[in-house]
């Protein structure tokens, strides 16, 4: 596995909801319910983040269970802000109003994938002087561990599998600091992100230095 040198950007409120249902027949929702994220979390970063979920329901279409993930992990530490964006995403969801999910013309358990997408309102750092600007060329780390995720019993048991690939950002020492979702199924996102804060890379270099970078990593889950 190689690395790819990603620079990420650093990271207003714009909120949008997307439902994407996963069986058929499917639930379907016929009352969404915006999130109302705390101010001061949205305050702690900036640029566009999203809130994945595994929204389950019972024969009536009542949300009975969510599952969260998002906006990012912070690797080996509890993240209060994100904690309390979850909480309100979750919050919104178990609102939402789903029609009962049917198979052979009877009522049955159904669930569906929901997404919340968020903008952060942390104001932008200053210009970067180019007289401050490091020159020089890049060294990309190397991948030292790549452990493997474990396989959720709930996707396993409702059959979801695929590819799902996490972003993460590395330290100066290639140590994993926070995991993104950026493709693949929400039930899957939190055992492949803590796989991805588990992993580790050599260095990676710039102009001679160790530097922050991004670095994408995919695993393939697979129901036999």
């Known amino acids: 596995?190689?690395?790819?040198?990603?620079?990420?950007?650093?990271?207003?409120?714009?909120?949008?909801?997307?439902?994407?249902?996963?069986?058929?027949?499917?639930?379907?929702?016929?009352?969404?319910?915006?999130?109302?994220?705390?101010?001061?979390?949205?305050?702690?970063?900036?640029?566009?983040?999203?809130?994945?979920?595994?929204?389950?329901?019972?024969?009536?279409?009542?949300?009975?269970?969510?599952?969260?993930?998002?906006?990012?992990?912070?690797?080996?530490?509890?993240?209060?802000?994100?904690?309390?964006?979850?909480?309100?995403?979750?919050?919104?969801?178990?609102?939402?109003?789903?029609?009962?999910?049917?198979?052979?013309?009877?009522?049955?358990?159904?669930?569906?994938?929901?997404?919340?997408?968020?903008?952060?309102?942390?104001?932008?750092?200053?210009?970067?002087?180019?007289?401050d600007q490091r020159r020089g060329g890049v060294v990309n780390g190397q991948s030292l561990s790549k452990p493997t995720p474990k396989y959720p019993s709930k996707a396993k048991k409702l059959g979801i599998q695929g590819q799902v690939t996490i972003l993460v950002l590395l330290d100066e020492t290639g140590k994993p600091m926070t995991a993104r979702a950026k493709s693949g199924h929400p039930l899957l996102f939190p055992s492949a992100a803590q796989a991805a804060c588990e992993a580790r890379w050599t260095p990676t270099l710039f102009a001679g230095s160790p530097v922050k970078v991004g670095a994408p990593i995919t695993y393939n889950f697979s129901n036999p």
């Open 1 to 131: 596995m190689y690395l790819r040198l990603l620079f990420v950007p650093t990271l207003l409120f714009l909120l949008t909801v997307t439902v994407c249902t996963q069986d058929s027949p499917v639930p379907t929702p016929v009352k969404e319910v915006s999130a109302i994220f705390p101010p001061e979390a949205l305050a702690t970063f900036r640029g566009k983040e999203r809130i994945d979920l595994f929204v389950e329901m019972d024969k009536k279409g009542e949300v009975k269970d969510v599952v969260a993930f998002g906006p990012w992990v912070t690797c080996g530490k509890n993240d209060d802000i994100v904690e309390a964006l979850q909480r309100a995403a979750i919050e919104a969801a178990k609102k939402t109003e789903f029609t009962p999910a049917t198979k052979d013309g009877k009522s049955v358990d159904g669930y569906a994938t929901m997404s919340y997408s968020l903008i952060g309102t942390q104001p932008a750092p200053p210009p970067i002087d180019p007289k």
